[in-house]
Each structure stands twice: as structure tokens, then as C-alpha cells.
């Protein structure tokens, strides 16, 4: 893809998201830490749900030790694999008392040094929370990147070293939410809404003129069933 190309398609982004934000309500740093760690294979919307009563009562390290694990499983229970979660957010407050003040640290070998945190959550509070200009890569974006052609890669890491490389300084604060709203919201995994696509032009995805013609109205069992479509669909099952 030509640097012309990819100018137009965080343009066309920007403009279609002028004040792009992560969808997981918080209010802090600590807050946001939790909610990422528990928003892996789960919707933002479920983990809202629980962190809002969650927080209400223990939204600070020490106040989430004293909860226990068993005191927080009956949080955030309606959120998927929420033991293990339990016990890693239990487990980052206690390691986050001890080593860090009770405060997230803002480097990246900090944050993933703590429990159930990976190189997708650590961008995400370096980006969020301290501004930094990284880019996480989850499923949707992993999937834009390879769909229209922007950055493809193998894996999340391929991606996100592409995207780094290749994005416009200009964006780069923001180029996580673009991506990752533009493949929750249009480019989705099954039936990607080409017709009503601000990047259509841009866009490298070989059928897309095909998916274009469905219109709103398509029936699922009319999308095209591809080699690409598979592989895609394969990486999105593996998530976050
Ligand atoms: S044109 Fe279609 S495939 Fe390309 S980015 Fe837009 S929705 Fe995705």
C-alpha cells in the first residue's frame, strides 16, 4: 500500500472519529488496568456492567486486596473465565502494593511483569492512561490491518510492528481507536459493512465491491466464503 493510500485512510478515520475513546468506563489509571485485564474475551458492554457496581465499593489496589478473591468473583461472575481474572486483578494489586506504591507503573516492562497482563493490555494503559503513542492490536484490529491491506501480518506482534512503521505520526496517538472502532462497528468479522464505509476507496480488500453491492439488507448466508475470509476469522477467533 502506497503512504498516499494509508494518509487517506487515518484521514477519512479521523474524520469520520474526531474524539475516538476507549468504550471501557474509567476513571483511573488502576481503573482502566482492571477493566483491559477483564475485557479479554469479553465485550466492553459485560465488563461495564461490572466494573460500575465493582467500583463502587473497590476501585483502588488496597481496596481490591481487601476484597479477595472470592470477594470479587461475586463482581464480576456474568464476565467470561472470571476466576482466573479474580485472582490475576487480585494478585497485579497486591505486586502493584508492594512494588509500585499502590500506583500502575508507566512502563511497558512494569506493566507486563504483572499478573494477566500481556503486551495488548500494557498498550492500551501506556496509550490511554499516560498518552503514549502505542498501538494495541486485539482481533478487530488485527483484522482491519490484514483486511484492507494497512499492515499485514501474521500475528498481533507483526501487526502492531507494521502499524508502528507505517502510520503517520499525526495519528498515531489515536490510530488504536480508530482501528479498533472501525472493525467493531463496519469492518466486522463476518459481513464487513463496505457499503456504508468511510476507507471504501483506500481500502485494499479484494471483495469489497461485493460486499459493497449487499447493501444494508444482505442476507448472512450471501457472504462470500474465501480463503481470506477463513483466515480471518480463524485469527479473530484467537482474541485478545
Ligand atoms: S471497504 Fe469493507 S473491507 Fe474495506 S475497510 Fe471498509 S468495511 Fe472493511
Not at 498515531?172 to 468479522?189: D, E, S
Request: with cysteine; hydrophobic share 40%; aromatic share 6%.
Amino acid at each position: 500500500m502506497t503512504p498516499a493510500r494509508r494518509e487517506e485512510i487515518f484521514r477519512k478515520l479521523a474524520e469520520a472519529m474526531p474524539d475516538p475513546k476507549t468504550e471501557l468506563e474509567h476513571t483511573t489509571p488502576f481503573e482502566l488496568l482492571v477493566a483491559v485485564v477483564l475485557s479479554a474475551q469479553a465485550t466492553d458492554k459485560g465488563v461495564n456492567l461490572a466494573t460500575r457496581e465493582l467500583y463502587k465499593v473497590a476501585n483502588t489496589p488496597r481496596k481490591i486486596a481487601a476484597l479477595g478473591v472470592e470477594g470479587l468473583e461475586k463482581y464480576i461472575k456474568t464476565i467470561g473465565l472470571y476466576r482466573g481474572k479474580a485472582k490475576n486483578v487480585v494478585a497485579l494489586s497486591n505486586l502493584l502494593i508492594e512494588q509500585h506504591g499502590g500506583e500502575v507503573p508507566r512502563t511497558r516492562e512494569a506493566l507486563e511483569a504483572l499478573p494477566g497482563v500481556g503486551r495488548k493490555t500494557a498498550n492500551v494503559v501506556l496509550n490511554v492512561a499516560f498518552d503514549e503513542l502505542t498501538i494495541a492490536v486485539d482481533t478487530h484490529v488485527f483484522r482491519v490491518a490484514n483486511r484492507t491491506g494497512l499492515a499485514p501480518g501474521k500475528d498481533p506482534l507483526e501487526v502492531e510492528l507494521g502499524l508502528m512503521k507505517v502510520t503517520p505520526k499525526k495519528y498515531l496517538r489515536n490510530a488504536h481507536h480508530y482501528l479498533i472502532l472501525h472493525g467493531r462497528y463496519t469492518c466486522v468479522a463476518k459481513k464487513p459493512l463496505c457499503w456504508k464505509c468511510p476507507i471504501f476507496k483506500p481500502c485494499e480488500f479484494p471483495e469489497k465491491k461485493e460486499f459493497a453491492a449487499m447493501g444494508p439488507d444482505a442476507p448472512k448466508a450471501a457472504a462470500p466464503k474465501t480463503a481470506l475470509k477463513r483466515k480471518m476469522a480463524a485469527a479473530g477467533a484467537k482474541k485478545k
